[in-house]
Nanobody
Framework: QVQFVESGGGLVQPGGSLRLSCAAS????????MGWYRQAPGKQRELVAR????????TYADSVKGRFTISRDNAKNTVYLQMNSLKPEDTAVYYC?????????WGQGTQVTVSS
């Protein structure tokens, strides 16, 4: 079955950086667009970034444009999110999933907390 396992979150000060990873299994990863999503307390889950199956096309939410970079390594079945210049409003649980998202395949996510 399809499984996504996110890692790399943590506590970071404003202005800091983190690199998230998402390892996929149970699917032909290279066939699918992928997305990073986040959910902050009391808010709906939102799309942060997406990447085409070959990695050549990326799209970002306005709130992270210029600060976050999504990439993928199809040989490793892994998608990454490099997050720079982090702000307190980036605090959330971050998830990866197919793009468009498919509800049965949410993983446990990884917590990112930006605080001084």
């Amino acid at each position: 079955q399809v499984q996504f396992v996110e890692s790399g979150g943590g506590l970071v000060q404003p202005g800091g950086s983190l690199r998230l990873s998402c390892a996929a299994s149970g699917t032909i990863f290279s066939l699918y667009f992928m997305g990073w999503y986040r959910q902050a307390p009391g808010k709906q889950r939102e799309l942060v970034a997406r990447i085409s199956n070959g990695g050549g096309t990326t799209t970002y939410a306005d709130s992270v444009k210029g600060r976050f970079t999504i990439s993928r390594d199809n040989a490793k079945n892994t998608v990454y999110l490099q997050m720079n210049s982090l702000k307190p409003e980036d605090t959330a649980v971050y998830y990866c999933n197919f793009f468009p998202m498919r509800d049965p395949y949410w993983g446990q996510g990884t917590q990112v907390t930006v605080s001084s």
